[in-house]
């Protein structure tokens, strides 16, 4: 099997990256591809995954370096999923956004996401206790 290359990679094509996110079935970000473009150069971290020169998974976050570290799009290219790939690109956000004290992300409610994000230490709002937490987004 070919070497596994996880690094910060922020300058990626449309054209590398719409293959990766319709291979999840992201088409929210594939119907734009301008717009998905502008996501990643907006992102304050990018990091890729690559075997043989193919990108396999990405990871993005936003952060202000600080205080907030948002976790976004974790995915990884269905052919490689199960093989540690969304494991080493999360660790290396945080492993980069280390001194900051709030990790946040939404993902779907299925307990493969809830078992994986908990094995990298993160808990869902409600499990910190009544009335401790609140989260709230918008969609528009």
């Known amino acids: 099997m070919d070497h596994l290359v996880v690094a910060a990679e922020p300058d990626l094509t449309t054209d590398e990256l719409l293959p990766l996110y319709e291979s999840v079935g992201w088409s929210a970000y594939t119907r734009r591809p301008e717009q998905l473009r502008t996501a990643i150069a907006g992102s304050s971290y990018v990091v890729t995954a690559r075997r043989a020169g193919r990108l396999a998974g990405l990871a993005r976050a936003l952060s202000d370096d600080a205080t907030i570290c948002y976790l976004q799009d974790v995915l990884v290219h269905p052919d490689e999923q199960r093989r540690g790939i969304g494991r080493a690109l999360v660790r290396a956000v945080l492993d980069r956004y280390a001194a ?3 990790k946040v992300l939404l993902t779907d409610d299925e307990p493969a996401q809830r078992a994986f994000y908990e094995s990298l230490g993160y808990a869902e709002i409600r499990d910190f206790g ?8 918008r969609f528009d």
């Open 130 to 137: 009544e009335g401790t937490l609140r989260a709230f987004v």
């Open 100 to 102: 900051v004290r709030q």
